[in-house]
Structures are given as structure tokens and as C-alpha cells.
């Protein structure tokens, strides 16, 4: 057994109504850390039973409570959760490393996300705000903002402490009830993220369960219950195209952040010493498993060689190695078929284009144990390529070359995706022209992967509907109605 895998692996329970629970198929999933291939931990495999009866204690939560009409409640909850959170914070950055393979560092920095977006919810929680307005001398319409109901979120494994929080401290802040699934792969942190929730009186008993289980399975009954009046997703396209098609049988509300073919744009007066290590990590953080990553750079033509070797330079020293470790800069892929996928795409950009560096699984020593890939660069590939426009969900970089400003453009729009792009640039009239033509719903200027829970994010295209954070990620979990009140006028009689 590994020295980097506790001796006791823990079982997780379903939590519904308050209570930790067993599956009704007495069935259990075994999750496998990444860089070792040790068994880390099991959860319940819940069947269509289990996932309806916790949609059904939420719901009987969310009714006779005054959790909707209280948002000092939903506040202190929130808040308490962002400091049991602080307090567990090492534990649980831990737990997310051997969970999902990501860096010791990378999972502090998730975590601490997750606390700033519990505290930013929950003072939005006391600011779920409508309006008014004089419609006719005694005419006044009020706009109420209401919860929506039950809310169902599905989880991704990729970000699945942060990307969950992301979704719950919004909807709970809005005053619903939410049933949470994680994905099979990474059931754990967000396991132990509610074992803190339920330590917490302010919250309802049954106003939040977690079920963990399949998703074809378990997310598919979520989508088709009538009993949910809202899903909000984050994976991939294609399922979320699932998830439209099953929600629309009963109008059900969907949230969507699918997938991402993210560029980054690079012209020739560009700060090459800020641009090149934050480009590296926009697609090697993570082992480039994030829907944001900027798998594409679009170089100026006169640069290209330059930013190419400097790049690989840059992906040639990093570290590649079990999480756990403090020196680690990239660790493993999630699953032996996650590197199946990224291994395919690299065989076919060798075939169609030029391997700058990479493009193999790493072997040898510890690396034998896990799903350790190289960091890659891949040149020379057409427009059209299947590299070039096919989410990857690796640590793999195309590269294309641009002459003029209105090429970057149309090559940075020529995707099905938009999730988010960076403009890297001294000239301010160019970085606001090309973020106003860039369909992405997120443009960084000179930067990237800067993310606040105050803005707002989401993709155009196939990347998504709706938004998440800021005001407008609490709207999508509210319901608008209009008050018409009509008064009388001085002098009528009443």
C-alpha cells in the first residue's frame, strides 16, 4: 500500500431528511486515488428509490419551513458552513488531492474558493432583491423574487468541492431546498463537505440531501422528476443536451456550464514574462481537467516561435507527481479512461500536426502506479481539426498563428464552445474591441482563471445557459412576480 493512502478506507453515506443513510441496493462504489491506484474510499450506489425519496424530503423541508421567508437564517447557515470549512480546511484539502489527483496546492486554493463563495452568498442571501414601479396614477407594480422550489445540482468531477458550492451556496441563499449528486468519481469531499452541513442547526432538517450513485441513473431521475422544479448542471455537452431534453418533458428550469475549447490570444507587443507562465497554467493546472482551460493559443505570426519554445520550456520543467507532494506542479488525470481519451487525442494531432513536446503517458517509478500524462504542445494542426476543436479535458495545447487582428477574431470564435478567453495585449482599443467580438462570456485582458464569486460566469454557444456567481447566478435560482396593487385615489369613496 502507498504511503500517501490512509490505512482505513471510510464508507460514505446518502443524506437525506437530516439523516446519514445506506442505499436501498446495498450496493457500494469504490473510488481509486489517481496518482496510486489504491482504494480510497466507497459511497452508496443509490438507485431511482433512494434518489425519490430524498427529493421528497426536501420537498416536504422546503414547504412548511421558514427557510424561504427568512434570510437571516439562510445567512448564518451559510456563514456557518464557510467557517466549519476554514476550520477543516487542510483535512479537506487532503481529502479533494487523493480524491481527484489535483495538487496539495491546487486543492487549498479550491477550497479557499469555496469559503469566499459561502460568505459572498450569504450576505446575498439578506439582498434577494425585487422593485417597484408607478404604472398609472393609482397603479404600482412590486417585482417579488421568490425561490424557485427544489433545486437538483449535478456535480462535475473535475472542480467537485468548489463546483458544487458554487451552485449550492446560490440556491440556498435564494431560500430552496437542494439535492445534491456528486459524480461517482469524486464522491468524498463533497461527502465530507456535508458531513459539516450537518452539523449545523441552522439549516432545516431535509432542506439539503446528498445522494451519490450513477449519473445515467441517478441524474436522469433528477432531470424526469416532476418533483424538482429546477437542474442545474456542470460536465459535458452532451449530457447537458440529455438533461434539456428530459427537463423540457415537464418545463423543468436548467442551468447548464458544459464544455469549453478555450483560447488564448497573443500578439506581438504582448508581456511575454507575465503571459507565458500564466498561459502554461491556464491549461496545465489541473492536468488541463477544467472547462476553462486555454487548450488553444493564437499567436501573432511574428512571435510564434518564440512563444512556442517558450512554452515548452515552460511545460518541460514542471513536475509531474503524486499531489500530495509540495514540490508537485501537474498531478495525475483522473481515470484510466480519462488518459485512454487524452492519449487518442494526442495520437491523432501526431498524425495531423507536430508533437512539440509531450504527448505520451509518463512511466516509470511512481509514476507506473497512477495516470500521470505528460504536459503537451501540439503544432501544425488544421482549423478543422478534431484537436483543435474538441474539448480534451487534458494537459494538451494546440497552437494556431494569426496575421491581423480580424483573423485572431474569427479564429477564436471558430467553435461550437464559448466558455472564456484571454487577450494578451498593450494596446487597450485592440483588448476592448476583441472583448466585445469574442463569444465567451468570460474575456480576460492580460490575465486568466481570475474568478470572483461577485462575477458573474457562464458560456455562450454550447458552453451553457445561465450563469453562476454574482447577482445574477442568485437570480437563476429565483422565481419573479409581479404584485399589481391598485389603490384609491384621494377623494373616492372606499
Known amino acids: 500500500m502507498s504511503t500517501f493512502v490512509t490505512q482505513k478506507v471510510p464508507t460514505y453515506y446518502n443524506f437525506a431528511d437530516g439523516e446519514w443513510t445506506e442505499s436501498t441496493s446495498n450496493e457500494l462504489i469504490e473510488s481509486y486515488n489517481p496518482a496510486t491506484g489504491d482504494l ?6 443509490s438507485n431511482v428509490r433512494d434518489v425519490t425519496a430524498a427529493i421528497e424530503s426536501v420537498r416536504h423541508a422546503f414547504q412548511p419551513s421558514d427557510w424561504a421567508v427568512n434570510p437571516k437564517r439562510r445567512y448564518e447557515a451559510l456563514l456557518a458552513l464557510a467557517e466549519n470549512m476554514t476550520k477543516n480546511l487542510e483535512r479537506l484539502s487532503r481529502i ?24 459572498y452568498f450569504a450576505g446575498a442571501a ?15 407594480g412590486v417585482i417579488i423574487k421568490e425561490p424557485i422550489g427544489v433545486v437538483g ?6 472542480w467537485p468541492a468548489l463546483l458544487m458550492v ?7 441563499a435564494a431560500g430552496n431546498g437542494v439535492i445534491v449528486k456528486p459524480a461517482s468519481l469524486t464522491p468524498s469531499i463533497s461527502a465530507e463537505i456535508f458531513k459539516l452541513i450537518a452539523e449545523i442547526p441552522h439549516f432545516p432538517k431535509g432542506i439539503v440531501s446528498l445522494i451519490t450513485g450513477p449519473g445515467r441513473e441517478i441524474g436522469a431521475a433528477m432531470a424526469a422528476s416532476e418533483k424538482i422544479d429546477m437542474i442545474s448542471f456542470t460536465g459535458d455537452t452532451a449530457t447537458g443536451k440529455s438533461i434539456m431534453e428530459t427537463g423540457a418533458k415537464n418545463i423543468k428550469k436548467i ?13 506581438e507587443d504582448a508581456n511575454l514574462d507575465k503571459a507565458i507562465p500564466i498561459i502554461g497554467r491556464s491549461i496545465f493546472i489541473s492536468a488541463g481537467q477544467i472547462c476553462m482551460a486555454g487548450s488553444r493559443v493564437i499567436i501573432e505570426e ?47 494531432g501526431r498524425q495531423e500536426g507536430t508533437i512539440v513536446t509531450g504527448g505520451e503517458r509518463l512511466t516509470g517509478g511512481s509514476h507506473d502506479l497512477g495516470y500521470y500524462f505528460q ?8 482549423s478543422d481539426s478534431r484537436v483543435m476543436q474538441e474539448e480534451i479535458f487534458g494537459p494538451v495545447l494546440a497552437v494556431q498563428t494569426f496575421s491581423s487582428e480580424e483573423e485572431a477574431l474569427h479564429l477564436a470564435n471558430d467553435s461550437d464552445f464559448g466558455l472564456s478567453a484571454g487577450v494578451w495585449t498593450s494596446n487597450l482599443n485592440r483588448a476592448m474591441r476583441l472583448s466585445k467580438g469574442i463569444e465567451a462570456g468570460t474575456v480576460w485582458i492580460n490575465t486568466y482563471n481570475k474568478n470572483f464569486p461577485e462575477a458573474e460566469f457562464g458560456g455562450y454557444k454550447q458552453s451553457g445557459l445561465g450563469r453562476t456567481r454574482g447577482v445574477d447566478g442568485l437570480m437563476e435560482y429565483c422565481e419573479t412576480k409581479h404584485v399589481h396593487i391598485e389603490v384609491e385615489e384621494l377623494g373616492e369613496e372606499v
Open 40 to 45: 480510497f474510499s466507497y459511497s452508496q450506489k
Open 96 to 119: 479533494l488531492t487523493i480524491d481527484q489527483g489535483k495538487t496539495i496546492r491546487e486543492s487549498r486554493g479550491e477550497l479557499a474558493g469555496c469559503i469566499d463563495t459561502l460568505k
Open 126 to 140: 439578506r439582498s434577494v432583491f425585487g422593485r417597484s414601479m408607478q404604472l398609472e396614477p393609482a397603479n404600482f
Open 153 to 158: 445540482i449535478i456535480s462535475p468531477w473535475n
Open 166 to 172: 458554487r451552485e449550492l451556496a446560490p440556491a440556498l
Open 255 to 267: 442551468a447548464l456550464e458544459l464544455g469549453g475549447k478555450s483560447p488564448n490570444i497573443v500578439f
Open 302 to 348: 511574428s512571435i510564434k516561435d518564440t512563444v512556442v519554445q517558450r512554452l515548452r520550456e515552460y511545460a518541460e520543467q514542471l513536475k509531474v507527481d503524486n499531489g500530495l507532494l509540495e514540490t508537485s506542479d501537474m498531478g495525475p488525470l483522473v481515470s484510466q479512461s480519462q488518459l485512454d481519451i487524452v492519449q487518442g487525442y494526442c495520437d491523432l
Open 375 to 382: 504536459p503537451t504542445i501540439i503544432d501544425g494542426l488544421a
